[in-house]
Nanobody, 125 residues
Framework: QVQLVESGGGLVQAGGSLRLSCVASGRSFSTYAMGWSRQAPGKEREFVAA????????YYADSVKGRFTISRDNAKNTTYLQMNSLKPEDTAVYYC??????????????????WGQGTQITVSS
């Protein structure tokens, strides 16, 4: 069993930056591809970014490419999402996601082994 706990959400003005963190409990963190998904009010959940178990491969949604950067520190069981040049349309609840023995590219779907509880990001215009 893996538990994912996100932190770092909040309110920011358009053009600003935030960094989300996701700490995973449990064993074998390095066997999991990690990622982030988000859900805006009235919309379906959508993939944001993912990183392979070793951190060598990343994958991003077109809407965040060039603005967001995903990274991980396996020694700390932590995954990060650095978000720059934030836009009002980035407003959503952001969820940390984990899939064991997966690749970053395969995390673009909506089914995942584990989800965090979510953290709210609000970008004001």
């Amino acid at each position: 069993q893996v538990q994912l706990v996100e932190s770092g959400g909040g309110l920011v003005q358009a053009g600003g930056s935030l960094r989300l963190s996701c700490v995973a409990s449990g064993r074998s963190f390095s066997t999991y591809a990690m990622g982030w998904s988000r859900q805006a009010p009235g919309k379906e959940r959508e993939f944001v970014a993912a990183i392979s178990w070793g951190g060598r491969s990343t994958y991003y949604a077109d809407s965040v490419k060039g603005r967001f950067t995903i990274s991980r520190d396996n020694a700390k069981n932590t995954t990060y999402l650095q978000m720059n040049s934030l836009k009002p349309e980035d407003t959503a609840v952001y969820y940390c996601i984990a899939d064991q023995f997966s690749s970053a590219r395969r995390m673009t779907g909506t089914e995942h082994d584990y989800w965090g509880q979510g953290t709210q990001i609000t970008v004001s215009s």
